[in-house]
């Protein structure tokens, strides 16, 4: 079975600060896919990154940067110098393979941060 | 393109009554999906149907069903609702099923309050 954990429930930071997301995946396939998503108050899911398994490299878009290590089976995120507009709450997600020829996605439980101006 | 929509946005019903929602994407993808989101718990998959003419459970499918009416629309029903269905309901569609590069593209949700 798989699973996602996102052991920070809620973070604030000032803004300007830097903050880092964790998520720690389990999983028994080889390959897979990992991906965040952002839930801004407004409430729409927003899709903000996909990852393979087999591409470790670091990611960055603009303020927000993605780390895969696959040995330690973490996909972390980071935003630099946090905006109030990235207050919202972040989930991570797994694709993997989940029996009868289906796939599905394991949502963590969401981290909800909060940007103070 | 509209992406992902769903009707109504929010709803009240008294324990027992039926409703359906309505869910319809214009991507022409082939997945579709439907979850909640309740406090403290992630999405959890209710249904999901991997093409056009199927359909399977997710993780909490009771006290719910489901219909695929077309490539376009995926459809929620609830047969008598329970208080403990109070949550938002998501659904979701993304484009080749069978293979983990699927991205899910997210409706805006509907509340769903049971009295």
């Known amino acids: 079975a798989q699973k996602v954990t996102q052991a920070q429930t809620e973070i604030s930071v000032v803004e300007k600060e830097d903050v880092t997301l964790d998520c720690v995946y389990e999983?028994?396939?080889?390959?897979?896919?990992l991906f965040w998503y952002k839930q801004p108050p407004s409430g729409e899911l927003v899709f903000l990154i996909r990852r393979n398994s087999f591409d470790e490299q670091n990611e960055i878009s603009g303020r927000y940067s993605w780390n895969f290590q696959k040995s330690t089976s973490s996909f972390n995120f980071t935003i630099t110098a946090s905006q109030v507009v990235d207050s919202a709450v972040y989930f991570c997600a797994l694709s993997g393979y989940s029996g009868a020829g289906s796939y599905q996605l394991t949502f963590g439980k969401g981290t909800k941060l909060s940007v103070i101006p | 393109n509209a992406g992902v929509t769903q009707t109504p946005k929010f709803q009240v019903l008294k324990t027992g009554q039926s409703m359906t929602l309505q869910c319809a994407q214009d991507?022409?993808?082939?997945?579709m999906y439907w979850y909640r989101q309740d406090p403290g718990m992630g999405l959890r998959l209710i249904y999901y149907?991997?093409?056009?003419?199927?359909?399977d459970k997710g993780e909490v499918p009771n006290g719910y069903n489901v219909s695929r009416l077309n490539k376009r629309e995926f459809s929620l029903r609830l047969e008598s609702a329970a208080p403990s269905q109070t949550s938002v309901y998501f659904c979701?569609?993304?484009?080749?099923?069978?293979?983990?590069?699927?991205?899910?593209?997210f409706g805006p949700g509907t509340r769903l309050t049971v009295l």
């Open positions: 149907s991997a093409s056009e003419g199927t359909t």
């Open positions: 979701a569609s993304s484009g080749t099923w069978g293979t983990s590069t699927d991205t899910q593209y």
């Open positions: 999983t028994r396939d080889t390959t897979y896919y």
């Open positions: 991507m022409n993808h082939n997945s």
